[in-house]
């Protein structure tokens, strides 16, 4: 996951992921912007919620939900997980219109239940793409094992680690076009496997192979059942599937500058849902009918087995660098916007103000080196299993994600209640959520319900005893840092920036 796009306002200053070398020259420049500038439209956004999501989730994590919910199981759980983005962008979209501003969630959360869960929400998005990063570098050091078997995974974490830092901390003007590219990259990749995949269990030759490509859905039928672990084993993967969907709220923190919001962001919300419906659904159903479960995991992307079953020469070896380069595109950009939102916040007064400093080229070096935090978690795979580190890291950004989401369907319920006690016709609304208020109850339900099920998961629980007081630290800190702050204050802050 990756956010591409990510945008922040700091009082007079503009910085957008869109385009970091205008972000460079403008932090330089005598006479910066005082306004966004809404110049984006539904394509970018589009292209903004795509890139987002792609990344270590679905290349490698895929692996450990269809070993743990069996090949149908997996297919559900992706099914879940696409309805739940569902059910958030439809609470996101009406937010987005009502509030068009940079800051997107944390805004929301204070304007509509209060300056804590708002000051709560921000910096659980900073712990998602922070955390994040981590899954990124352990992944592709897992990936790497391939090629170098006898190298230790936390070697390959140290020497991506310091190419995404350095990248960040000295150039940024390649970023934006390095980034488009990628996503198609990734796009592409994931349209292949379903082409290629899909034809190998139809039974065109020589894709399915005389080792026993299966055919159609054979394989969704184990010796165990239809759900090998139980329907337990499709509840404990749904954080992990959540996680693997994270990045599609990345459209609510573009909203800030979004030209025509009104109808940029609904259609923009509609396509994206629907293309990622069609790309995770689709890739997961053809890796399940494909591999039997018992041979996926997270010692390989079940996309490198895929391709190396269909029998094409090399085409696993250039999967395998095709989802590497992705994975550290997801980690040079959730680094660069995890910085930013640091930056953000200190602004805010919301964090040290050290955070605030920039670089001769404008780049916030103290954010970066902190963010960079989270990416080093992944060293711990030099005294853990690769594997274990790498699942504790994908729980903890899912725990986060998921409690973005839950402050994103709160704040839509608060919203709109507020609304019409406030005498606003519902029926004027130039896009509305339907179905209020089941939609947001019923998405964040959900998102509760795979919390809860962390607690049954013994690979996954970490993330509880981590997330939890995470959540009860910013709530805390916040109170005894700034009292019982009126939302109101906070609304004029925020809208004058």
Not at 11 to 29: C, I, K, Y
Not at 90 to 102: D, K, M, N, R, T
Request: charged share 10%.
């Amino acid at each position: 996951m990756q956010p591409d796009s990510a945008t922040f306002t700091s009082g007079q200053r503009e910085v957008s992921g869109s385009d970091p070398g205008a972000q460079e020259s403008n932090a330089q420049a005598s006479d910066p912007p005082s306004e966004l500038h809404r110049s984006m439209g539904p394509r970018h956004l589009i292209m903004i919620a795509m890139g987002g999501v792609i990344g270590s989730g679905l290349f490698l994590s895929s692996g450990y939900t269809i070993a743990q919910a069996g090949p149908l199981g997996a297919v559900l759980a992706y099914l879940v997980g696409a309805f739940v983005v569902y059910l958030v962008m439809s609470c996101l979209g009406e937010l987005a219109i009502a509030y068009p501003v940079a800051g997107a969630f944390h805004i929301y959360a204070a304007r509509s239940i209060g300056p804590a869960t708002g000051f709560t929400t921000a910096w659980l998005y900073w712990l998602c793409w922070a955390v994040a990063l981590g899954s990124e570098f352990t992944a592709s050091g897992l990936l790497m094992q391939r090629w170098f078997p006898d190298v230790a995974v936390w070697v390959w974490c140290l020497v991506f680690a310091v190419l995404v830092f350095g990248l960040n901390a000295f150039s940024a003007r390649l970023f934006g076009e390095a980034e488009f590219w990628l996503s198609l990259v990734k796009v592409g990749t994931i349209i292949a496997l379903i082409i290629f995949g899909g034809a190998a269990l139809l039974g065109f030759r020589p894709l399915a192979t005389d080792s026993g490509t299966p055919l159609l859905l054979n394989n969704f039928v184990t010796s165990e059942g239809l759900f090998p672990q139980g329907f337990s084993g499709v509840l404990v993967t749904t954080l992990a599937v959540f996680y693997a969907f994270s990045g599609s709220e990345l459209i609510g923190v573009a909203a800030g500058e979004t030209k025509d919001p009104a109808r940029s962001i609904p259609k923009a919300l509609r396509a994206t849902v629907f293309r990622l419906l069609i790309f995770f659904v689709g890739a997961i159903t053809v890796i399940a009918a494909t591999v039997p479960y018992e041979n996926v995991g997270l010692d390989e992307s079940p996309f490198v087995t895929v391709f190396g079953s269909l029998g094409v020469p090399y085409a696993a070896d250039i999967m395998n660098f095709v989802i590497i380069t992705a994975l550290l595109s997801a980690g040079n950009s959730g680094l660069y916007s995890c910085a930013r939102m640091l930056f953000s916040l200190a602004d805010e007064g919301h964090a040290p103000k050290v955070f605030r400093k920039l670089t001769r080229r404008g780049v916030p070096l103290t954010a970066v080196s902190i963010s960079m935090l989270g990416g080093l978690a992944s060293l711990l795979s030099s005294v853990m299993a690769a594997e274990s580190v790498y699942l504790v890291l994908v729980s903890v950004a899912g725990f986060a994600v998921v409690g973005v989401w839950m402050s994103i369907s709160a704040s839509h319920f608060f919203h709109r209640r507020n609304f019409v006690r406030a005498g606003g016709d519902v029926s004027a609304l130039v896009y509305k959520s339907p179905l209020y208020p089941v939609v947001p109850i019923l998405a964040f339900t959900l998102c509760l319900i795979s919390v809860i099920g962390l607690a049954f998961d013994p690979n996954q629980v970490a993330a509880l005893y981590f997330g939890v007081p995470f959540v009860a630290a910013c709530y805390l800190f916040f109170y005894l840092r700034h009292g019982r702050r009126s939302a109101a204050n906070l609304n004029e802050s925020a809208t004058t920036r």
